[in-house]
């Protein structure tokens, strides 16, 4: 089953302060950390940049495209490259450099073994409750929640049909679910933060170390 990983990397960093992808983590650029994991599982790797940098080959990569105004378009723009023989497709955000080769491992067997799509999930320790302004609707069942990572597997049939759909949404999977495709958990990993913030990156130097 050939694989291929599209990583995202074309967001404008906003609330970072600039593009993420670049800052440098225990000697690595973000994005190479992101690079290196995928390659463990992968035959091809397509790494979507902003408009600016995608003229520019990029270690590691197969195939470099620019993104698009949102998420989910970049990902259509990466997912355009991925070849049709692709059977397993990851998407990954290039946001979490501190995901782990065995992470990647995990979600691609769990969509060999039959699913549509496979996500990393954590357990979430706080309280979650449905707001309307200020005013509490409901607090939500914590045992049933997860908090959803990435890297996230999807047979290549399902997640082609649903970016046929041209949606948007914070995540692959969600366009999946949409469709009525089975998504399932793997055990996801509680270092691979997310890097949102300048204050992130001390916590995920010493993930990746
Ligand atoms: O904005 P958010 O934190 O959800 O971004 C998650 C990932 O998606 C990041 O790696 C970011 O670079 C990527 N992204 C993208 N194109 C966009 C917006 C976000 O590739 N238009």
């Known amino acids: 089953m050939a694989v291929w990983v599209v990583i995202v990397a074309a967001g404008r960093g906003e609330r970072f302060g600039g593009p993420k992808h670049l800052e440098l983590l225990a000697g690595r650029r ?14 091809g790797v397509v790494v979507v940049l902003p408009a600016g940098e995608a003229d520019r080959d990029e270690p590691g990569a197969d195939a470099v495209v620019a993104g698009g105004a949102t998420r989910s378009a970049s990902v259509r723009a990466g997912l355009a490259l ?20 065995d992470l ?3 979600v691609v067997a769990a969509v060999r073994a039959g699913a549509s799509g496979a996500v990393p999930a954590v357990p979430v320790t706080d309280t979650v409750k449905l707001v309307e302004g200020d005013r509490v609707v409901e607090t939500l069942a914590r045992d049933r929640l997860v908090f959803v990572q990435t890297p996230q597997a999807f047979a290549a049939t399902a997640l082609r049909a649903a970016h046929a759909t041209a949606s948007d949404a914070t995540d692959d999977a969600a366009l999946v679910e949409r469709l009525g495709g089975t998504v399932v958990v793997v055990a996801g990993d509680s270092r691979n933060l997310k890097l949102t913030e300048p204050a992130d990156l001390a916590r995920l130097e010493q993930a990746v170390r």
């Open 30 to 43: 973000v994005l190479d950390w992101s690079i290196g994991a995928a390659r463990s599982v992968a035959d």
């Open 82 to 101: 991925v070849p049709d023989d692709a059977e397993v497709i990851v998407v990954h955000d290039a946001a979490r450099p501190a995901a782990s080769a």
């Open 104 to 106: 990647f491992r995990a």
